[in-house]
C-alpha cells in the first residue's frame, strides 16, 4: 500500500501562485510514477502533470504547460506542483496519484492510489 496525503489547496486570485504537496509513505517501487489530477464540479477528472520517481521525466497537460512545475523531493518522498499564473479556470479539487509503471500515465483510471484531494479556488 502507498499513502498520499495532499496540502497547499486555497483561495488565491487570478494570476497568483500556489504549490501543492503531496506526502507518499508505504510501499514504494522503482518505477513508480507519481501523478496530479484535477476535477471541477460537473466535470471529469483529467491529468494536470506526471513525473517518474527515479527516470527523472515529466509531461504536463497542455492546459498548464508554461505554468504550472511538477517536482520531487526523494529525501522527503514528497512530490510538489508549482503553479502559477492561475486562472479561474484552474479552479478544482486536485488529486495526487501514484502507479507503479509510466505506461498510460494520463489516465486517472490507470493510477491505483490516490490521496484525499485538495481544494485550488482561483477567483477572477
Known amino acids: 500500500q502507498v499513502q498520499l496525503v495532499e496540502s497547499g489547496g486555497g483561495l488565491v486570485q487570478a494570476g497568483g501562485s500556489l504549490r501543492l504537496s503531496c506526502a507518499a509513505s508505504?510501499?514504494?517501487?522503482?518505477?513508480?510514477?507519481m501523478g496530479w489530477f484535477r476535477q471541477a464540479i460537473g466535470k471529469e477528472r483529467e491529468f494536470v502533470a506526471a513525473?517518474?520517481?527515479?527516470?527523472?521525466?515529466?509531461s504536463y497537460a497542455d492546459s498548464v504547460k508554461g505554468r504550472f512545475t511538477i517536482s520531487k523531493d526523494n529525501a522527503k518522498n514528497t512530490v510538489y506542483l508549482q503553479m502559477s499564473s492561475l486562472k479561474s479556470e484552474d479552479t478544482a479539487v486536485y488529486y495526487c496519484a501514484a502507479k507503479p509503471m509510466a505506461t498510460y500515465y494520463y489516465r486517472p483510471d490507470e493510477y491505483h492510489y490516490w490521496g484525499q484531494g485538495t481544494q485550488v479556488t482561483v477567483s477572477s
Open positions: 513525473i517518474s520517481w527515479n527516470g527523472g521525466w515529466r
Open positions: 508505504g510501499r514504494t517501487f522503482s518505477g513508480i510514477v
